[in-house]
């Protein structure tokens, strides 16, 4: 025979699969229109930059120089796939600017300029069609030609002088060395170090954050709709143990939330390396050699501390958001309370991204490790400051609240003040339908 | 002697904010008959069926079913009792069927068994292959068939029902009433329920409390009160003892 944790664990993911409210409100149609959300601007921004890297282009120009360099510029730019339509003067090429990527002007004294040894300017006419991203990288278009024709004749000047080209134009440059902890990273891109980081950092506390109000909105519900649905008689009356049922739900309800913060990981993680693979790095030292180095400074155990606390946070917000469904009579209401408690611990996960503890004690930084949800933001911080002692503060007292919250859920289910206590009580339902919520 | 099922010794109830619902309720239910607790509203009939059923506590005094004291060994006196709330309802996206094996899951000894729950259940309901849809899509009727099969296929020492035909149209409520009287008697079931329907007491009942204001203000087979208080019928009973009489 299946236990009684089984049974109630199988009655629960029938009903959430099967309840449109929870399955598609809740869990499909967030998802999807997340996925669809960072889908669009990832098709749209690799678009962009696609069609800006691509050579070609119709420009409109207008040579009021009518020499040497004017010419040869003119070629430079036939020679790289642009179609070149001359106006003899600004007003008539403005008018016929239609879809040309710009209007370019050689003004006169151009070439000689360059003769002489003068910086030479070209004046370049760009419309503004709309604030889409690939209209503002068709802009930046021009100004490359223009930079890769000016780098071309540097060079040949330079190689007319003798001197190195790369020389005059970074006599003096920098390389760039990371210090992080105790570790130093020689030749690195930061972005090798700062990506993981702000991962580490950033992206996983907000991301648990999210996690939290799906299991905290899962949880709620999965009491609630007892009440709603009237079986919550029926259950405390039934030969089973209220552990059994409170961990059943529990489970439940953390599995589906999984599922779900799994399908954001999973579309953030993509959308991610999506734009990451835009841009290109100059580093000499290997994204696994920067990543090795990165772990050591901030500790083997920060990634482990992390997951661990995260965990607890998501059992934290569970049990209190299920305690909180107690005392209401429907899913709504249940909702509704679960966000007032659950909104404000996201919050503070905000508020500690932007708390600098590095410079508090060691003692003020164990005590501020053990506030829930926000003890995500300082963890990697911990770990670089090397107080481990407040990192295993922050690591398990999220569970130690997660295990007196679900205690108390269990003690609570096993009295009458289920019944009996109300946070929210139904006064009336107006004529438009309104549910009014008094306390 | 027959074996005392309920016993119920000068119960009380105080809820929150300071309500009594019950002041020293007495009563006692024999093992094999079927007692009817009827009074007006609010008199502390469902009080008394959920402090029986182990959902509430009562301040003082005891109730015991089968010597089993129902606040300090609630987990035993569950094991013997099935309880059918007056506004009990069932898990809509489950099917008729997958909601008795719910049930049945949690009194069944082993798969055996379970099918025998169930299949006297789908007998009992007599919702034919309907059992199979979802129960969203039964009319309240079909619900409540269900739910007083689910009652009864675990063959409880005591069933507590509340109410068991409120809300019920005239056919829905004799069918259900049919089943409570066939399979309690041939699963020699006891059977405590709340009603206000005189009739339906008349038809079910071996012997009636009467509840008023907390208390058993009267007691006995429906023979007997109606020659007790000269009435025609227990309706007459009721009004002359609560005093709806003159209204």
């Given at each position: 025979m299946k236990s009684a944790f089984l049974t109630i664990f199988i009655k629960e993911m029938k009903s959430i699969i099967r309840d449109p409210k929870i399955l598609i409100t809740?869990?499909?149609?967030?998802?999807?229109?997340?996925?669809?959300?960072?889908?669009?601007?990832?098709?749209?921004?690799?678009?962009?930059?696609?069609?800006?890297?691509?050579?070609g282009g119709e420009i409109l120009l207008v040579d009021l120089d009518h020499g040497y360099w004017a010419e040869n510029f003119t070629n430079y730019l036939t020679s790289h796939k642009y179609t070149v339509t001359r106006y003899k003067d600004i007003d008539s090429a403005i008018k016929n600017y239609d879809n040309a990527l710009c209007i370019l002007v050689i003004p006169k004294g151009f070439s000689e300029n360059l003769t002489r040894g003068y910086t030479a300017y070209l004046q370049v006419y760009y419309r503004i069609r709309g604030i889409s991203f690939t209209s503002m990288m068709m802009g930046y278009k021009v100004y490359?030609?223009?930079?890769?024709?000016?780098?071309?004749?540097?060079?040949?000047?330079?190689?007319?002088?003798?001197?190195?080209?790369?020389?005059?134009?970074?006599?003096?440059?920098?390389?760039?060395?990371?210090?992080?902890?105790?570790?130093?990273?020689?030749?690195?891109?930061?972005?090798?170090?700062?990506g993981p980081l702000l991962m580490l950092g950033l992206f996983v506390p907000l991301i648990i954050g999210l996690l939290a109000g799906f299991v905290a909105q899962l949880s709620a519900t999965s009491i609630a709709v007892e009440k709603e649905q009237k079986m919550l008689e029926t259950l405390l009356t039934l030969p089973l143990s209220r552990f059994s049922l409170i961990a059943a739900k529990v489970t439940a309800a953390f599995i589906v939330s999984l599922i779900g913060g799994g399908a954001y990981f999973a579309i953030m993680a993509w959308y991610f390396s999506q734009m990451s693979s835009l841009g290109a790095t100059n580093s000499s030292v290997s994204s696994s050699i920067a990543l090795s180095a990165l772990?050591?400074?901030?500790?083997?155990?920060?990634?482990?501390?992390?997951?661990?606390?995260?965990?607890?946070?998501?059992?934290?917000?569970?049990?209190?958001?299920?305690?909180?469904?107690?005392?209401?009579?429907?899913?709504?209401?249940?909702?509704?309370?679960?966000?007032?408690?659950?909104?404000?611990?996201?919050?503070?996960?905000?508020?500690?991204?932007?708390?600098?503890?590095?410079?508090?004690?060691?003692?003020?930084?164990t005590a501020i490790a053990a506030i829930p949800f926000a003890n995500l933001a300082f963890i990697l911080n911990l770990g670089l400051t090397g107080n481990y002692t407040a990192q295993l503060v922050a690591a398990f007292s999220s569970w130690a609240y997660a295990i007196i919250v679900l205690y108390i859920a269990s003690r609570i289910i096993g009295t009458e003040k289920i019944f009996?206590?109300?946070?929210?009580?139904?006064?009336?339902?107006?004529?438009?339908g309104f549910h009014l919520l008094t306390r | 002697m027959p074996t005392q099922v309920v016993e119920v010794n000068d119960l009380h109830k105080v809820y929150p904010g300071g309500?009594?619902?019950?002041?020293?309720?007495?009563?006692?239910?024999?093992?094999?008959?079927?007692?009817?607790?009827?009074?007006?509203?609010?008199?502390g009939k469902t009080t008394t069926l959920r402090i029986l059923a182990t959902i509430l506590e009562p301040t003082n005094g005891t109730a015991r079913i089968y010597g089993y004291d129902v606040k300090s060994e609630p987990e035993k006196v569950r094991r013997l009792i099935a309880y059918l709330p007056e506004e009990a309802g069932a898990y809509k996206y489950l099917s008729g069927?997958?909601?008795?094996?719910?049930?049945?899951?949690?009194?069944?000894?082993?798969e055996q068994e379970k099918r025998r729950m169930i299949q006297e259940a789908w007998k009992i309901s007599g919702l034919g292959m309907r059992i199979k849809d979802k129960i969203k899509t039964y009319s309240?009727?079909?619900?409540?068939?269900?739910?007083?099969?689910?009652?009864?296929?675990?063959?409880?020492?005591?069933?507590?029902?509340?109410?068991?035909?409120?809300?019920?149209?005239?056919?829905?409520?004799?069918?259900?009433?049919?089943?409570?009287?066939?399979?309690?008697?041939?699963?020699?079931?006891t059977v405590l329920l709340s009603s206000h329907n005189m009739l339906e007491v008349e038809y079910l009942c071996d012997r009636v409390g009467i509840i008023h204001e907390g208390r058993i203000v009267a007691e006995g087979s429906p023979a007997e009160l109606k020659k007790m208080y000269g009435a025609e019928n227990l309706e007459e009973v009721f009004a002359k003892i609560v005093g709806g009489e003159e209204i």
């Open positions: 809740m869990i499909i149609v967030p998802v999807v229109l997340t996925g669809l959300m960072y889908g669009i601007m990832g098709a749209m921004t690799t678009q962009a930059v696609k069609q800006a890297m691509k050579p490359g030609i223009i930079r890769q024709y000016s780098d071309m004749l540097s060079k040949q000047i330079l190689e007319k002088t003798g001197l190195s080209p790369e020389y005059v134009s970074s006599p003096v440059n920098g390389t760039s060395n990371i210090v992080i902890g105790n570790i130093t990273i020689k030749n690195i891109d930061p972005s090798q170090v700062t772990v050591k400074a901030v500790g083997m155990q920060t990634p482990a501390v992390l997951v661990i606390a995260g965990f607890g946070t998501l059992f934290l917000a569970l049990g209190i958001a299920l305690l909180l469904a107690m005392f209401v009579d429907d899913v709504r209401s249940a909702q509704i309370i679960s966000g007032y408690i659950i909104a404000p611990l996201m919050l503070s996960i905000f508020i500690g991204l932007f708390l600098d503890i590095t410079s508090m004690s060691p003692i003020q930084q009996t206590m109300k946070l929210f009580k139904r006064k009336r339902r107006t004529s438009l | 309500k009594e619902a019950l002041k020293g309720l007495s009563f006692t239910v024999k093992e094999g008959e079927i007692y009817g607790l009827i009074g007006p509203n609010g008199a069927l997958e909601f008795l094996d719910f049930i049945a899951s949690f009194y069944a000894e082993d309240k009727g079909m619900l409540r068939r269900l739910l007083i099969a689910k009652t009864l296929m675990v063959h409880p020492k005591l069933a507590i029902l509340d109410e068991p035909t409120s809300g019920l149209d005239v056919i829905n409520s004799t069918r259900v009433r049919r089943i409570i009287k066939k399979y309690t008697r041939e699963y020699g079931v």
